[in-house]
């Protein structure tokens, strides 16, 4: 069974760090590239960062790049995103997601429960 | 990037009703379309991608058709557990995008 598992949410103030972790299981994690997601609270969900299966291509969404760094490490099963310069706007539940597809054609096919990023001061 | 647009963001329908929800995207998407369940609370959960293709363990009466800037999610018989939101999402291009769903509710 394929599971997902995010850490790392919490409290931050206007301009500072988060790093949020997504361990997976249940399917062969280095083969598929690996997904960030967020809903802001009764919002719509919103792609936030992909990086592939190698770990060596990243894509962001325009409204965290330069400030959000995805990374990965196959061995642990694990990837991350690392976030700095949090704003407000950033407040949302975050979800990894796995990919499925080929090339870059990507849709979602298991994702975790969440955990919530709230950015107050 | 690419817009998509789904209605209606409301329906109320009974117990056994078919119902339809719409995705127009703002350029051709081939048949690069996703369309996922959301109950409150939960993670959002794959039906339907490649726009008509039926995720494994999904029941048999969700069904998706469409391509290039048009889509539809169909619900055969609406039952008590289809009270959710539903998104499309296309994956034509690496910046993905979400329409902003269409909530479920039953009569």
């Known amino acids: 069974e394929v599971q997902m598992l995010e850490s790392g949410g919490g409290l931050a103030q206007p301009g500072g760090s988060l790093r949020l972790s997504c361990t997976a299981s249940?399917?062969?994690?280095?083969?598929?590239?690996m997904i960030w997601l967020r809903q802001a609270p009764g919002k719509g969900l919103e792609w936030v960062s992909s990086i592939t299966n190698r770990g060596d291509t990243t894509y962001y969404a325009d409204s965290v790049k330069g400030r959000f760094t995805i990374s990965r490490d196959n061995s642990n099963n694990t990837f991350y995103v690392q976030m700095d310069n949090l704003r407000a706007e950033d407040t949302a539940v975050y979800y990894c997601?796995?990919?499925?597809?080929?090339?870059?054609?990507?849709?979602?096919?298991?994702w975790g429960r969440g955990t919530l990023v709230t950015v107050s001061s | 990037d690419i817009q998509l647009t789904q209605s209606p963001s409301f329906l109320s329908a009974s117990v056994g009703d078919r119902v339809t929800i719409t995705c127009r995207a703002s350029?051709?998407?081939?048949?690069?379309l996703a369309w996922y369940q959301q109950k409150p609370g939960k993670a959002p959960n794959l039906l339907i991608y490649t726009a008509s293709t039926l995720q494994s363990g999904v029941p048999s009466r969700f069904s998706g058709s469409g391509s290039g800037t048009e889509f539809a999610l169909t619900i055969s018989s609406l039952q008590p557990e289809d009270s959710a939101t539903y998104y499309c999402q296309q994956f034509n291009s690496y910046s993905f995008t979400f329409g902003g769903g269409t909530k479920v509710e039953i009569k």
């Open positions: 249940g399917f062969t994690f280095s083969t598929y590239a």
């Open positions: 997601a796995k990919a499925r597809g080929l090339g870059l054609n990507w849709f979602f096919d298991a």
């Open positions: 350029q051709g998407i081939s048949s690069f």
